[in-house]
């Protein structure tokens, strides 16, 4: 069916943040190893805090979309990182690899013709898979827009 392929291309861009919003690599891209644990004035978390989130997020949405025997984390606590600040630059790389491979992960989900788009998946509350990837997409646009304002509060966002 056509418009089934044509509806899993649009997903998978809108995934990708092909469009109308900035992508996740382009927002981390040159981020000073320094800044990545700070707090802008007036602003409750850090570069690295929403990384974190957004890498807890996505992984929940993902595993709660393919696995009938995942457990989400608490909320609101457990999708929060609990340090302001990685604890070194191999756990900024280690997040970044986690939320990318997440990432395509949940791509070919949604590209996958035998994965059922509109079904109810079966041990969620009248979730489909179609809406995790929408919430999904609209989480990371959200807060990559704040990693981008975060960067310029910090005096660290390239100039346009």
């Known amino acids: 069916m056509t418009s089934d392929r044509e509806l899993r291309r649009h997903l998978v861009r809108?995934?990708?943040?092909?469009?109308?919003?900035?992508?996740?690599?382009?927002?981390?891209?040159?981020?000073?190893?320094?800044?990545?644990?700070?707090?802008p004035r007036g602003l409750?978390?850090?570069?690295?805090e929403l990384l974190e989130h957004m890498r807890i997020a996505q992984w929940d949405i993902l595993e709660f979309s393919r696995d009938p025997t995942h457990v989400s984390p608490p909320w609101p606590g457990g999708y929060w990182p609990t340090r302001?600040?990685?604890?070194?630059?191999?756990?900024?790389?280690?997040?970044?690899?986690?939320?990318?491979?997440?990432?395509?992960?949940?791509?070919?989900l949604v590209a996958n013709p035998r994965a059922k788009l509109l079904a109810r998946i079966p041990h969620g509350t009248g979730q489909t898979l179609l809406r995790?990837?929408?919430?999904?997409?609209?989480?990371?646009?959200?807060?990559?827009?704040?990693?981008?304002?975060?960067?310029?509060?910090?005096g660290a966002w390239p100039a346009d």
């Open 44 to 48: 409750p978390y850090s570069p690295w």
């Open 132 to 154: 995790e990837a929408l919430v999904l997409a609209d989480h990371n646009a959200y807060h990559v827009g704040q990693l981008v304002a975060v960067r310029r509060l910090l």
């Open 84 to 108: 302001r600040a990685p604890a070194s630059s191999a756990a900024w790389g280690k997040s970044v690899r986690a939320f990318r491979a997440d990432l395509r992960a949940m791509r070919r």
């Open 14 to 39: 809108l995934l990708e943040a092909r469009g109308a919003h900035l992508d996740f690599d382009r927002a981390i891209a040159g981020l000073p190893i320094a800044l990545r644990g700070r707090r």
